[in-house]
């Protein structure tokens, strides 16, 4: 059974090539481009992992992976955030995500922490 991923992001572009990317690699994915839609989206697609942005349009992407991981229904999802910020920024982050990675991501790094994840 191919695994599904929930990308959000509200950066089209970044959606665009994490979709062909992932899709490629055999991965389900559906794509959200508001923060607003991640709870539903959550629902409706059922994601062995989620993908997200940490600056969303009106949103904080730790915030809202802290409200997933503290939920008794989504805690088990494995949640990747994405962030352009430096490295030593990324090491001051205080929240539940499971990984971090930088922008522009390296595609072999998200693929291995991917792997790891949904085992």
């Known amino acids: 059974?191919?695994?599904?991923?929930?990308?959000?992001?509200d950066d089209l572009f970044s959606l665009g090539s994490l979709e062909l990317f992932l899709s490629d690699e055999g991965y389900i994915v559906r794509l959200v481009?508001?923060?607003s839609m991640v709870k539903e989206?959550?629902?409706?697609?059922?994601p062995d992992l989620i993908i997200m942005d940490i600056c969303l349009d009106d949103a904080d992407?730790?915030?809202?992976?802290?409200?997933?991981?503290n939920s008794w229904?989504?805690?088990?999802?494995?949640?990747?955030?994405?962030?352009?910020?430096?490295?030593?920024?990324?090491?001051?982050?205080?929240?539940?995500?499971?990984?971090?990675?930088?922008k522009?991501?390296?595609?072999?790094m998200l693929l291995k922490t991917i792997a790891d994840l949904v085992k």
């Open 61 to 69: 992407g730790r915030e809202i992976c802290d409200n997933i991981k």
């Open 41 to 46: 989206s959550i629902v409706a697609f059922n």
């Open 104 to 108: 522009p991501c390296n595609y072999s």
């Open 73 to 102: 229904l989504t805690s088990q999802i494995p949640i990747i955030l994405l962030t352009a910020l430096s490295h030593e920024k990324i090491s001051e982050f205080d929240c539940l995500a499971d990984a971090i990675i930088g």
């Open 1 to 9: 059974m191919n695994k599904k991923i929930l990308v959000v992001d």
């Open 33 to 35: 481009d508001k923060s």
